[in-house]
């Protein structure tokens, strides 16, 4: 599985953005999907995630009541809507696909997502 994220830029504090995760013709519908971010000098961490079917999301503290996480109606591609953004907000974010109990598995754990996109990047100025 072959995953596209795209949507990052530059954006005002205050700001919303929309990522979008893409497969390489593939529907997700079997997969859990999920977003990570990586900050300037920090480690991966946990964004949001949603279960194969779309049924049950999960969220980050960070984010949660800012962000959602949605798949269209075909789960050919995933988003992830973020709005009233931070400049602690600032990283790159990657999209993940898991396959754990055939994507009815919603994790925030890295470990369980097989295949990673490229990172997109936001920047969120003050």
Request: charged letters at 20%.
């Amino acid at each position: 599985v072959q995953l596209q994220a795209s949507g990052g830029g530059l954006v005002q504090a205050g700001g919303s953005l929309r990522l979008s995760c893409a497969g390489s013709g593939r529907n997700f519908n079997g997969y859990t999907m999920g977003w990570f971010r990586r900050a300037p000098g920090m480690g991966r961490e946990f964004v949001a995630a949603i279960r194969g079917d779309g049924g049950e999301t999960l969220y980050a503290d960070s984010v949660k009541g800012r962000f959602t996480i949605s798949k269209d109606n075909d789960g050919n591609t995933v988003y992830l809507h973020m709005n009233s953004l931070k400049p602690e907000d600032t990283a790159d974010y990657y999209c993940a696909a898991g396959r754990r109990l055939s994507g009815r598995l919603v994790t925030s754990r890295s470990d369980d997502y097989d295949f990673w996109g490229q990172g997109t990047q936001v920047t969120v100025s003050s």
